[in-house]
């Protein structure tokens, strides 16, 4: 029987193999480059964009274009790329991801699949994770783009429209993940086509893909409008209920899924309490939302972890990042449900009117690459929703970072007790420390232990990030003591300053594990750059969040039968570190089917979007009449309004409520009686009623000047119901896909129910968008000052 694993060695060894004979193609030219002028590299450009309008393909010019860039790196930013960093740029020419370690030089790699997909004009984005590393790599590596005739661009929040336009028809834009997807909807909420700021998206390379397209992707991007009217008394009083409320008997708490349930006996008490009869009958549906979103605020969220408040102010914190996250709130009204728990000011909800995943909005590219230092433990994710493989490439020196055995304490207080004394003990000899931690909460405590026993540090978390780069850079230096949330400064290295190898390189220190192993791999990857000496420790305890979620009791068990009885005992044992990644393993398969999830419902909005978008924008790029848009709505609301009035026998048809929609949407008044309707069959009533829509339709052209007034006039009419129209179908689907779950307890799929409704729901909007715009258009009365 053939082994998988071994098939699977054997094929990342053939993969390797390709690209080594890729790179060695590459390196064949180094020669030839070197021995050309500045003037004759620099017209490789033009001679190679001249190349693919005769014919030739991108992976034709691969070898000698990836050379080009070679050389052109030494001579302008005194760089030339290793032939693993040659490896790294062909996995990424190829659409697929380059796995490389922390140090190796990605930013470099990048460059020569970016330049080589930048020749045919039309626009490669390098994305990134803050608009920090946008400016800083943009600016670098633009140096040697513009040097080899390219255009460079970056795109940033606070720039006007021209300014983004000028970015993105750049041939390399530099922005963040969220701008491009921000820039994205409002281009489709335009009303004329001189205000988009986006081409149609070609090629992305996406730096720390495991971050934007994992861990960013479980939260959609959304544009919202004006505020939903919505009392904040229901908070408020969802949020005193639940604060009443007995853990364990009137509400239980998945641990391991993060939710929370009322008992039998909480709903008793909720029913009691707004003086209901049945808390979930089909009138109640909002009321139960807040209370779902008050139990989650109150029993799975806590403050300085997953939000901090700040001047009055409730505001977000990456999970991930550790990072603050300006702007971004959270949706469904759980924002305002934990506003209500901390007693700030709770801010109305606003209506969204435009949204989107970044799992779809990546899909939208014709090609999508990326690189990290850790995607590996997520490749099935990747593989399955990107269509992505990733090629792990090795480093360019072999690595001389120890990685320790984690060692579990009984408590809390152990644990940070042996990390103060291991912090000391590293100190006094002068080695630079990195100590990680998950929660902001963590970073302030070790701060407090620090600083009475004397070690001068430097804090990095959620509440001081204004400085982060400059204190990331400075991590290595002899004697530096740096405390930081997960991955805080990812994308700057830590370089070791002078003397710091011999005494072990940086001494990374994990505080607990978190429940992502690419977040502690990448802990751990801040040490032994390039081949540096460096040292990884985890201290884990019985009470680490994750521990109590997964198998602490297992493990708690163990330790008794240990009789390990002292506060202070240690275990130091592989069978610990192989218990918490299978933990951890659990935790990522909880969060691949949440994103998974979320993805299969906004799969459905994303159909209906993309067809939405598509007929917008027709409308908005029409240079000609729109009459072969308008006149078949018009003749399939009248099919409609005689198909619901005609049902049954001719003496029940109802002539009088045709005539009426005739009066009140088509024509003036005196134009159409019921009598006149008489002693017609179906199709003749439509086709009668049709033609007279016809004459009242060329009484309105005539009363325009031009065919461009014609134009603009019924674009407006157009754009004015769809927009208004779809947004309430946005907020009839979020309700929906909220409503729809309950569904499940009575045997039925709620993915399926939700396809159905949604279906159902869509298709009665554009019988709506077709009734008023035909009510509009045919009703309205023309005059010559348009405007948009």
Do not use: C
């Not at 860039?69 to 693993?84: D, T």
């Not at 720390?208 to 861990?215: F, P, V």
């Not at 603050?324 to 109305?348: C, N, P, T």
């Not at 603009?712 to 946005?730: K, P």
Request: charged share 30%; no cysteine.
């Amino acid at each position: 029987m053939a082994n998988p694993v071994r098939n699977l060695i054997e094929s990342d060894r053939g993969t390797l193999r390709r690209l080594r004979r890729v790179a060695d193609k590459v390196e064949s030219y180094a020669d030839e480059m070197a021995a050309l002028s500045d003037a004759d590299l620099q017209a490789k450009t033009p001679y190679f964009r001249q190349l693919l309008k005769e014919g030739k393909t991108l992976d034709d010019l691969l070898p000698e274009a990836f050379a080009v860039v070679r050389e052109a790196a030494k001579r302008v930013l005194g760089l030339y790329p290793f032939p693993v960093q040659i490896m790294g740029s062909v996995v990424l020419h190829g659409g697929n991801i380059a796995e490389m370690k922390t140090g190796e030089g990605k930013t470099l790699t990048a460059t020569m699949a970016v330049y080589l997909n930048a020749l045919p004009g039309e626009g490669v984005h390098v994305v990134t994770v803050n608009e920090y590393l946008s400016q800083r790599d943009g600016t670098e590596m633009g140096e040697l783009y513009k040097w080899l005739g390219m255009t460079v661009g970056i795109n940033l929040s606070d720039q006007s429209a021209e300014e983004k336009r000028a970015a993105y028809q750049a041939d390399i834009t530099y922005s963040t993940n969220s701008e491009i997807g921000f820039d994205y909807l409002r281009d489709n909420m335009v009303t004329q086509a001189s205000d988009r700021v986006q081409r149609p998206l070609n090629f992305a390379l996406v730096d720390e893909t495991d971050s934007i397209l994992i861990d960013e992707a479980r939260t959609p991007l959304i544009i919202s409008g004006a505020p939903a009217q919505e009392s904040t008394q229901l908070y408020i009083r969802a949020d005193r209920f639940v604060k009443s409320l007995v853990k364990d008997k009137d509400f239980e708490v998945d641990l391991e899924a993060k939710a929370v349930m009322l008992t039998d006996d909480g709903i008793t008490k909720a029913e009691r309490y707004f003086n209901l009869e049945n808390l979930y009958s089909s009138a109640n549906t909002a009321l139960t939302h807040h209370l779902d979103q008050a139990l989650r605020a109150n029993y799975t969220m806590e403050n300085n972890k997953d939000y901090v408040v700040r001047n009055g102010e409730l505001v977000l914190v990456d999970a991930f990042s550790g990072r603050i996250q300006e702007g971004r709130r959270f949706s469904d009204g759980l924002h305002q449900a934990l506003e209500a728990k901390e007693q700030v000011q709770i801010q109305e909800d606003n209506r969204a009117m435009a949204s989107i995943t970044y799992q779809n909005l990546f899909r939208r590219y014709k090609k999508l690459s990326g690189m990290t230092g850790t995607a590996k433990t997520e490749a099935e994710e990747f593989r399955e929703i990107y269509n992505m493989e990733i090629v792990t490439i090795p480093t360019n020196r072999p690595n001389a970072r120890v990685d320790e055995p984690d060692l579990l304490y009984p408590t809390l207080q152990a644990k940070f007790r042996a990390v103060v004394e291991l912090v000391q003990e590293l100190h006094a000899k002068g080695q630079p420390i990195l100590i990680g931690t998950v929660a902001v909460e963590t970073s302030e405590l070790i701060s407090k232990l620090l600083t009475r026993v004397g070690i001068p540090h430097n804090v990095l978390n959620a509440k001081n990030h204004a400085r982060e780069a400059e204190i990331i850079a400075n991590a290595g230096q002899r004697g530096a003591v740096t405390i930081a949330t997960n991955m805080a400064g990812r994308g700057t290295d830590i370089k070791l300053g002078p003397g710091v190898a011999e005494l072990g390189g940086l001494a990374v220190i994990g505080t607990e594990r978190h429940e992502s192993r690419r977040i502690d791999n990448q802990l751990r990857g801040r040490s032994g750059r390039q081949g540096d000496k460096g040292y990884s420790q985890f201290f884990l305890s019985l009470e680490d969040e994750l521990m109590i979620r997964f198998g602490g009791d297992r493990i708690k068990i163990m330790m008794d039968k240990m009789n390990l009885e002292d506060e202070d005992a240690v275990i130091k044992n592989g069978l610990i570190t192989r218990s918490v990644e299978s933990a951890q393993k659990r935790v990522e398969g909880n969060n691949y089917d949440s994103r998974k999830n979320v993805l299969q419902y906004d799969d459905v909005m994303s159909q209906q979007r993309e067809v939405f978008y598509r007929d917008r924008n027709y409308v908005i790029d029409a240079q000609k009449s729109l009459e072969g848009v308008l006149l078949p709505m018009v003749q399939r609301t009248i099919e409609r309004v005689v198909k619901a009035n005609t049902l049954g026998s001719v003496k029940e048809w109802d002539l009088n409520m045709i005539a009426e929609f005739m009066r009140a949407t088509l024509m003036p008044e005196a134009m159409v009686h019921p009598e006149q309707l008489e002693n017609k069959t179906r199709s003749e009533l439509t086709d009668y009623l049709y033609n007279l829509a016809l004459e009242v339709y060329a009484d309105k052209v005539s009363d325009l000047r031009d065919e461009e007034q014609l134009l603009q006039f019924t674009r407006v009419v157009i754009l004015r119901v769809v927009d208004e129209e779809w947004t309430d179908h946005m907020e009839a689907m979020n309700q929906l896909r909220d409503a729809i779950q309950l569904r499940g307890y009575g045997q039925l799929n709620p993915l399926i129910e939700y396809q159905n409704e949604g279906f159902r729901m869509f298709e009665e909007m554009i019988e709506k968008i077709e009734y008023e715009v035909t009510r509009l258009f045919m009703k309205s009365e023309i005059r010559q000052n348009l405007t948009m």
